[in-house]
């Protein structure tokens, strides 16, 4: 069996992989773009099989192609969303504009599978690899594409897809908040000072801060999610240029109303096709939800390697979970590997964000061609965030121990006790027992004493750093 067969598109002959699924539009973008070696992510594979299967339902009901075509090209469809033939999807994330070369891929895939499928049918002795390259019955411009364009089924595909995605990330952002609330109520009567402009503050429980991180990221996810409905109006059915030239009267309703049944998804027809052609602002709006979560995810992740640094040189008030040696010179050493990687992989995502805001505004007239890379980067986004945050979660914020004594010093040590003082002395006197006792060493409990400021009852109940906590 040969290695290659020909097939020919516009531009004339080109040898194809004799096994490959894909055709000839697919073999010159693999030869074009040998960029990244990255491929699309699964998501968006799934995303457009979900597009191609809808678009053939309804276009085998509307008459725009025959049900034995409609059926064959379901089937095929179906195949790539359940990700059995993922691989032949091969052309790099980084290519040409609007996601054209990607939309052929899926196009030629489906077709030449969908003609197997129809060999089969027709005959148990069939040779699935002679129908490959034919397209004799399932053609993949005239009838996996009839009447759609890669300038509605790429941004449907990709908006899509960020949907699909965020459903990963929705329970790992609940989890990981779950768990701050947890460790919050278990911290709950650990005293510590608080700290700001890293300086000595007043008191605080370690349980209000970490209770405080816990809504952090409740907020942010639901932020996420309520910016996430935006994408969920889809300009499919606008064809070429948002005006649905060579679609069947009704497909725009049919397709989206397949594609909500086949994805699960509520998804609605756009207000205006041409808009959701031109613009990718929804997709910008979700890029930067998920920017504003890498912020939190990043402050947090500082506070917690600030929180356990030591254990003698350092903060020492929580303990992490040692999970691999931290050094290849100095024996014993941990290091907060979590909370380090939580923040790379935020800085990427933030990167990312960047890269998808530039890509969103550069579009221009019927048509922004810098989506691949707006896909690429919001569906990285959320996978790694996806990944990252479970093991920050299940491997680092179940484990974390309070270290009570080092807290509790640090609370009864802190010179802004004095911030206590200011209703009964003044501030101005206040400030100078904090100068007292910075320079002396002494606390300023004895300073207090000592000078007669206040009663023994006073000290008790006004110097208390567990009152000062509040609720």
């Not at 179940?398 to 501030?427: K, W």
Request: with cysteine.
């Amino acid at each position: 069996m040969p290695d290659t067969r020909t097939e020919k598109d516009s531009l004339g002959d080109i040898q194809v992989p004799a096994a490959a699924l894909y055709g000839a539009q697919t073999a010159r973008a693999v030869q074009n773009f040998p960029i990244s070696g990255l491929r699309a992510h699964p998501a968006l594979v799934r995303a457009i099989g979900m597009v191609k299967r809808a678009a053939a339902e309804a276009n085998g009901h509307l008459g725009g192609i025959t049900p034995e075509r409609a059926q064959a090209i379901g089937r095929a469809a179906q195949e790539v969303i359940d990700g059995a033939l993922t691989p032949h999807f091969v052309v790099d994330v980084f290519q040409a504009g609007a996601g054209v070369s990607f939309h052929m891929n899926a196009n030629e895939v489906i077709a030449n599978r969908a003609n197997q499928l129809l060999a089969e049918a027709a005959s148990a002795n069939a040779d699935p690899s002679a129908a490959l390259g034919r397209y004799e019955h399932v053609h993949p411009n005239d009838h996996v594409n009839f009447g759609q364009s890669t300038n509605d089924v790429f941004p449907t595909a990709m908006r899509l897809a960020t949907l699909l995605a965020l459903e990963d990330l929705y329970p790992v952002l609940d989890s990981l908040s779950m768990a701050f609330s947890r460790k919050g109520s278990q911290f709950d009567r650990v005293l510590k000072s608080g700290r700001t402009h890293m300086q000595d503050a007043v008191p605080i429980r370690l349980g209000q801060e970490f209770c405080a991180y816990s809504i952090a990221i409740r907020r942010a996810r639901n932020r996420i999610r309520r910016t996430a409905d935006g994408l969920r109006e889809l300009g499919l059915g606008g064809s070429a240029v948002g005006t649905g030239i060579n679609t069947r009267p009704g497909y725009r309703t049919a397709v989206i109303q397949n594609l909500a049944r086949i994805s699960g998804q509520r998804l609605t027809p756009a207000e205006d096709m041409r808009w959701a052609m031109q613009s990718c602002g929804p997709v910008a709006d979700i890029s930067a939800a998920l920017r504003n979560l890498a912020l939190e995810i990043i402050r947090i992740s500082n506070d917690l390697r600030l929180l356990s640094s030591g254990p003698n040189t350092g903060f020492n008030e929580i303990h992490l979970p040692a999970l691999q040696p931290g050094s290849s010179i100095m024996p014993g050493k941990v290091n907060p590997v979590l909370p380090e990687l939580a923040a790379m992989v935020c800085f990427q995502v933030i990167g990312n964000d960047t890269a998808l805001a530039l890509a969103v505004q550069a579009g221009q007239l019927e048509l922004n061609v810098m989506m691949p890379a707006m896909a690429y980067s919001i569906l990285q986004s959320i996978t790694i965030l996806t990944n990252t945050l479970r093991q920050l979660d299940q491997h680092c914020v179940r484990g974390i121990q309070a270290n009570q004594a080092r807290c509790e010093f640090y609370a009864h040590s802190t010179v802004a006790l004095a911030t206590a003082l200011n209703p009964y002395i003044g501030y101005a006197r206040a400030a100078e027992i904090a100068k007292q006792s910075i320079a002396t060493g002494r606390s300023i409990v004895d300073l207090v004493r000592e000078q007669n400021l206040l009663t023994e009852a006073q000290l008790s109940e006004v110097l208390d750093p567990t009152r000062m906590t509040g609720e």
